[in-house]
Structures are given as structure tokens and as C-alpha cells.
């Protein structure tokens, strides 16, 4: 099973480096994977975020920040070279729990054509606050990006003339871009994977910039959850992320 991981990445190379060491090192043996991370030449933190690819033993796509859309095109179309099972884009403050693989493993074993997360975690930095976030699936068509699995066949069927399967003129996030690309033509539906009690997806703000534009329902989690399901602790990592900034 191979799974391509597209890493869009600009600025914060602490944070960066955080999130791809836990990725690494919490691969299963099942997956073969590889991690794609699309940084862009004017970037005034490039050569850390470069030496952080080399370190992790990242493939990096180089292009410009915006538009999104063209920047998220230039890591499919390598991923797309390189050939691959299943494709997912991962934001570059997300850590996915080891209990990720094993909620999207029997679902790819059967060959699902796309999975998406209706509920995650967030970490305010600033508040050292933690909690979570669910999406109605019945009144959404939106999940989030973090931890989506686009198997080829539907990124195949989403891609345009052009080779697009992103808008290339949006500068928004993963989910406005793509959503209508990946079901729109296919006629074919998501497969939402929901486990409010056992969420593993964590997102990492430094500002409480959750979109409103979701239907959300917001449920309390407490900091020894972030630590035991992810493997950090919410004061160590505001602390570490301050130093190294």
C-alpha cells in the first residue's frame, strides 16, 4: 500500500519540524509512504524548512505561495509522477495519532474510493488550551483536510484539462478548494469516519482561527488527551515552540 502525502508549507519552521518528526516516527509497517513537502522560493524561513525536509528524508516541490491552488497543483502532479494507492494533503501544523492508521487501514485494505474526518483536536498554542472541533456530516459536505484519503481513481476522476485537480486561482484552504473536483464529477460520495471520543487528528494553532463558515460543534478535551492520543504535552510544546521561534 502507497501512500502519497502532500505537505504545503510556508514560514513557522519550528513548528514544521515538530509536526514532521511526529509523522515519521509514527508510521506504521504496512504503509509505504511517501511525504511530499511543497515549499516556496521566497520564503524568508527557507533554508530551515530545507534542512528539516533533508533531516526527515522529504521529497521537496519548490513553487510559489500563492495562488494555493497552483502551489497544491505542483505537489499533485509530482506525487501523480512518481505513481502512487492513495493521496492525502496534510496541513504543516497537523499530527495525526498512531491510532490514524489503524481507523483508515481496513477502509483502504477494501479499496474505499475517498475517506474523510468529521471530528479532530485543536491546540491553541497561546491559550495552551485544547478542544475539539466535529462536523455534522448529515447538514456538511465539507470534512477536513488534515487526514483525508483520496484513493487514484478519485483524484484521476477530479482532475481537469489541465491537469488541475485544485482550483489554481484559490488561496483558501484544502476543503473550498477540492470538494467539488473529487465528487462533483465522479457522482461518487465520501466515506466520514467519526469518532468524537477518539479523535486523531490534532490541529495546532498559535490563534484561535477556526472557520465559522462550518457547521461545528465544539466538545472539551483536556491537555492529558493531547499528550496520551499524541504524544506531546500542551505547556512543553508552547514553551518549545516559543524558544525555537
Known sequence: MRIAINIPVYG????????????????????????????????????????????????????????????????????????????????SDNILAPSYWGSIKPHLVSGAYALGFSDLVIFNTIKEESYGISLNPETSAQVWGAGRVLSKEAVSAAIDRKGWLYNPRYNRGLDTNSQHNIFGRSGKTLRILGEKNNACILDIKNKDNINEDYNLERWEVDNSYVKEAFGICGKSLSQRLRQAS
Not at 514544521?16 to 515549499?39: G, K
Not at 521566497?42 to 533531516?55: A, F, H, R, S, V
Not at 494555493?68 to 502532479?77: F, R
Open 12 to 91: 513557522r519552521p519550528a513548528l514544521f519540524e515538530f509536526c514532521a518528526l511526529r509523522l515519521i516516527n509514527n508510521l506504521p509497517s504496512w504503509v509505504e509512504v511517501d511525504i511530499v513537502a511543497i515549499l516556496s522560493p521566497g520564503d524568508p524561513d527557507i533554508k530551515k524548512l530545507y534542512n528539516t525536509c533533508k533531516d526527515c528524508d522529504l521529497d521537496i516541490v519548490l513553487y510559489k505561495n500563492k495562488p494555493l491552488g497552483e502551489k497544491l497543483n505542483s505537489g499533485v502532479n509530482f506525487s501523480l509522477r512518481k505513481g502512487f494507492d492513495y493521496f492525502m494533503s496534510l496541513g
